[in-house]
């Protein structure tokens, strides 16, 4: 049997281990004849049940602790089990029932065990009310009645608690204080989950602040430190959801909800808030329908607990999904408005957002009521961006461009847009990992699209192509940050590596690949996470200057072609000879078909089928170019593509065939592959991997010419080998079967002697080859993401610093790219760039179908 001593301290640190808590009350304490004792066990056994999700089973144990607790006289005793009964019918939806029971153990109790009242208080309070001046009013007398009095377990979670408070209050350093003192707390006594719970809320912290990698690292850690003790924590996952949606990534933000909802029983509270954030994943991820049905649900619960505030955001997220959906607007209007009132008076977080989704939606009504809602919204919604936050800085740049276009202030437009846009630039800059900054983009895709409409309508062509590359590529000019790789990144992709060796004789053998396949998946996702958490190196990449550019091509007699689509609408802007040119050429939709016809074209000539190659680049030249192809000279020529436009053939077209041109994601880039050197001048490799049909024939072709290339085939072909060799190298060749992954870009790769060689290992690099020739079928392929984004092996290696990457875009022939690739070496060998180089292979093809669409499947990425 425990003495009252013992039960009580079993009571005081019940989640350190709920389920051996529970067994050692049903043993010891419930049967106990003391009845204080006994309600000792009982309030354990519902704590237990509670936080399991068992509501109905809790309330009743608590409801017996707390009679048991009336029959033994004992007053303390009694208000302690009737503030665990008032929490718990609060977190179950009771609000109001559950305060007025605190209330009354409030007053009832004196010292340490008020403070434990007190602070269970402040948690209902500021977590289920926002009432956050109260909760830390609560929680300001709980510390005082804790100090000096030993009680380590109730300090700790008012200090944690204290910390929530302070970030609702926006005194982020005391947030700070407060959680690093709690997690000091934690650790000096021993207590796991408080551990847990400490990093849990720095990185929320972090998240807060505008931290993503830092908050997306501790709740990794936080989550690994709950798993180790057997506790799925609801909040976590909501608040990983948060960080995901924060950084762009939709799908995985709906991915983490949908399974907590159902990793096991949730309490109503719970439910209620996993509902509202699968209704804003759902949202990020363009899925109305279930966005709309979570969100009435959660709305549905939330009204039934008494939870206004959250309920407002749930009614906000609903309202959006169903006008995502073309819902008729009028309808939609009047209970924005209603929430608008309501999200004001509350002073709820969210009001930036309800007030620019009713001003979208009074603009659609346009009634002359619906235009004056919508000026003195997006006015209200536009003093936000002076806030702490990014992301709500951004909101408030966004309404104040929408208003100054309605006034017509063009110039208004365009500052306001570029200092929204100046905001996220701010927050991609804390992003180390390359996918991160890719898919963060989407959020200023509104911002963008804006000011790039502005520009065109200002018929300044300048402008017009300073807003074309605002946006554009802007992950791919942001300095690398993976010299920061964890060592068990490193470990993670060798083990990944050996998996697909593994996957290929199960494959060939015949044998079972599930749990082969899971086992990789599961190493992919932890390289994937850890890259999440690399930091940014804080500076954000600068806007384009035009003159700069001008100056540049001027001294290199070149010619910059740049597409731009404005609302399903394609221009060419053409800057060269000191003046910058806007050429409409046409829709989007018929660039789109010219090249899908170009590379089939490709891919029948390279089979040796006929095709109609004369035809597809005509076709081609007039859809991407139009007029702008008279306006190119004699001068050599670089293309700019937009995103959806990158898979381009451009040696097609026959304003290109017959001259010297490279093509690159923004003039941006451009500009810096035009500034870099290489690191050990003359050094050329040429790695051959296995499997190939022409057997990399093109390799020993081009060393019988180029005897001080340095060739690694066979066995000695390793990943090891290649990215020594590959390290600082002027010009490396690979011949090898290239994977690009759609589903995960980063995941790309090159096949070895001794398997994938993954875009993640070529960022290990600390000097990336200053050339790269990629010589296997559709190794340029790149997938746009984000907003005006790039992500594959190419874009990967320019991003890291390469000036320039030869590869293809659709299928070729295997002895036609011998010629090809041999042609190429002989004019980089005579000190011709990327350009010329294929220029010359073009050159060597002519006359030949197959030699022709081998030479024009070949395109140049950077100079």
Not at 274 to 296: C, N, P
Request: proline fraction near 3%; charge should be neutral; hydrophobic fraction near 45%.
């Amino acid at each position: 049997m425990m003495t009252r001593g013992e039960a009580e301290e079993l009571l005081r640190t019940v989640f350190a281990d709920p389920e051996a808590s529970r067994a050692a009350a049903l043993d010891t304490l419930v049967p106990d004849s003391d009845p204080a004792v006994s309600s000792i066990g009982h309030q354990v056994v519902g704590i237990v049940l509670r936080d399991r999700g068992d509501t109905d089973a809790a309330l009743h144990e608590l409801r017996t602790a707390l009679r048991l607790a009336r029959r033994s006289g004992d007053e303390e005793r009694w208000g302690d089990a009737l503030a665990t009964l008032g929490g718990t019918l609060s977190m179950t939806g009771r609000v109001s029932e559950g305060l007025r029971k605190l209330d009354k153990a409030a007053s009832v109790l004196r010292g340490v065990p008020r403070g434990r009242a007190l602070v269970r208080r402040a948690w209902v309070l500021g977590h289920l009310l926002a009432r956050f001046e109260d909760s830390a009013a609560d929680l300001r007398e709980a510390r005082k009645l804790f100090a000096g009095a030993g009680d380590h377990v109730w300090e700790g979670r008012a200090l944690n608690l204290e910390g929530l408070m302070d970030i609702g209050l926006g005194d982020l350093e005391g947030a700070a204080q407060a959680f690093a003192a709690f997690g000091e707390l934690a650790s000096s006594v021993g207590d796991d989950y408080d551990g847990a719970l400490a990093q849990h809320n720095t990185g929320w912290l972090g998240y807060v602040r505008g931290d993503l990698p830092l908050a997306l690292e501790l709740y990794a850690d936080a989550s690994a430190r709950f798993n180790a003790i057997g506790v799925t924590s609801v909040d976590l996952e909501w608040d990983r959801c948060l960080a995901f949606l924060a950084a762009g990534l939709a799908t995985d933000a709906l991915e983490v909800v949908e399974h907590a909802l159902v990793a096991r029983p949730l309490l109503g509270r719970e439910e209620a808030d996993l509902l509202v954030a699968v209704a804003e994943a759902a949202i990020a991820a363009g899925d109305w329908s279930r966005a709309t049905t979570a969100a009435d649900e959660a709305s549905r619960l939330l009204g039934r607990q008494a939870r206004p505030v959250h309920q407002l955001r749930a009614d906000l997220l609903a309202l959006t999904a169903r006008a995502e959906a073309g819902q008729r607007a009028a309808p939609l209007l009047r209970r924005t408005e209603h929430l608008i009132a309501k999200s004001r008076a509350a002073q709820v977080s969210e009001l930036p957002q309800a007030l620019l989704l009713g001003a979208r939606l009074a603009g659609a009504v346009r009634s002359p009521r619906a235009v004056a809602l919508m000026e003195a919204w997006l006015d209200e919604a536009a003093q936000v961006r002076r806030s702490t936050s990014g992301r709500t800085r951004v909101l408030g740049w966004l309404a104040l461009a929408q208003r100054r276009a309605i006034a017509g202030d063009s110039g208004g437009v365009l500052r306001a847009c570029d200092l929204g846009l100046r905001a996220l630039d701010e927050q991609q800059a804390t992003l180390g990992s390359q996918e991160l900054r890719a898919v963060a983009s989407g959020h200023g895709a509104r911002l963008a699209e804006l000011g790039t409409r502005t520009a065109l309508a200002s018929s300044d062509a300048r402008q017009l192509l300073r807003w074309s590359e605002r946006w554009r590529a802007t992950s791919l000019t942001v300095a690398s940050a993976y010299a920061q790789h964890d060592p068990r990144t490193t470990a993670d992709l060798a083990a990944l590596r050996a998996q697909h060796r593994r996957l290929a004789e199960a494959g060939a053998d015949g044998a079972p690949t599930e749990r082969l396949q899971a086992r990789a998946s599961r190493l992919e996702q932890s390289v994937r996470q850890r890259m999440f958490h690399l930091r940014g190196t804080g500076v954000a990449p600068s806007s384009l200057d035009v003159q700069h550019l001008l100056d540049s091509l001027a001294e290199d007699g070149t010619v910059l072609v740049e597409l731009v689509e404005v609302e399903g609408r394609l221009h060419a802007l053409v800057a060269g000879r000191g003046r910058v040119r806007h050429v409409a050429v046409g829709t989007a939709g018929d660039a789109a078909k010219a090249v899908d016809f170009a590379l089939f074209s490709l891919r029948q000539a390279a089979r040796g089928r006929r095709s109609q190659l004369d035809v597809a680049g005509s076709r081609l030249q007039r859809a991407l170019l139009g007029p702008a192809a008279d306006a190119l000279g004699e001068s050599k020529v670089v293309v700019s593509g937009t995103v959806a436009l990158q898979a381009v053939p451009w040696g097609l077209l026959p304003a290109l065939a017959a001259r010297a041109f490279t093509s690159t994601p923004s003039a941006r880039l451009w500009l810096r592959a035009r500034s870099a050197q290489p690191a050990d001048d003359g050094r050329r490799v040429m790695i051959v991997g296995p499997g190939l049909g022409s057997g990399g024939a093109e390799v020993p072709a081009v060393a019988a010419q180029d005897p001080d290339a340095v060739v690694i085939a066979g066995p000695s072909a390793t990943v090891t080998a290649a990215l020594a060799a590959l390290e600082g190298a002027a010009l490396a060749h690979v011949a090898a079967h290239g994977h690009f992954r759609e589903d995960s870009p980063l995941f790309s790769s090159l096949t070895l002697a001794d398997g994938p060689l993954l875009v993640h290992d070529l960022q290990r690099l600390r000097r990336p080859p200053h050339r790269v020739v990629l010589s296997a079928c559709e190794s340029g392929v790149m997938q746009p993401v984000g907003d005006q984004e790039l992500l594959g092996l190419a874009a990967a290696l320019l991003s890291m610093g390469t000036a320039g990457v030869v590869s293809s875009l659709a299928e070729v022939d295997d002895a036609a790219t011998v010629e090809v690739m041999v042609a190429l070496h002989r004019s980089l060998r005579e000190g011709g760039g990327l350009g010329e180089a294929l220029l010359a292979a073009r050159t060597v093809a002519a006359g030949d179908p197959v030699l022709t669409a081998t030479a024009a499947s070949f395109t140049v990425l950077g100079t």
